[in-house]
């Protein structure tokens, strides 16, 4: 069972990326789905969420109106866009998966797979 995590690299502050997860080993299309962020010396942090029919979202508000996050259940592939890039989006971006209407859809321990994670690194 597995989360794979792509489409990280190195952009320019304004610039913008795509990160795809994609899953193995099992079926996660009815499992709800977010993206965190962990940078150097600092907490992991949620930086999206998307409901397992994908009629929810929510932003970590630093981000709300410069990333999308989406799915595509046919795929079992979640997406993130990443437009407008900061400098302070420098980190490992995880996706994760949990189950269904959690409590706490911004919590860590919300989420029961997790993928490897991508580096996005953004220069000024």
């Known amino acids: 069972v597995q989360l794979q995590a792509y489409g990280g690299g190195l952009a320019q502050a304004g610039g913008s990326l795509r990160l795809s997860c994609a899953a193995s080993?099992?079926?996660?299309?009815?499992?709800?789905r977010a993206w965190f962020r962990q940078a150097p010396g600092k907490e992991r942090e949620f930086v999206a969420f998307?409901?397992?029919?994908?009629?929810?979202?929510d932003y970590k508000d630093s981000v709300n109106g410069r990333f999308t996050i989406s799915r595509d259940n046919a795929q079992d592939t979640v997406y993130l866009q990443m437009n407008s890039l900061k400098p302070e989006d420098t980190a490992v971006y995880l996706c994760?998966?949990?189950?269904?209407?959690?409590?706490?859809?911004?919590?860590?321990?919300?989420?029961?797979?997790w993928g490897q994670g991508t580096l996005v690194t953004v220069s000024s």
């Open positions: 998307i409901s397992w029919s994908g009629d929810r979202t």
């Open positions: 080993g099992r079926s996660f299309s009815e499992y709800d």
């Open positions: 994760a998966a949990g189950v269904p209407r959690a409590a706490m859809i911004r919590a860590i321990y919300e989420y029961s797979y």
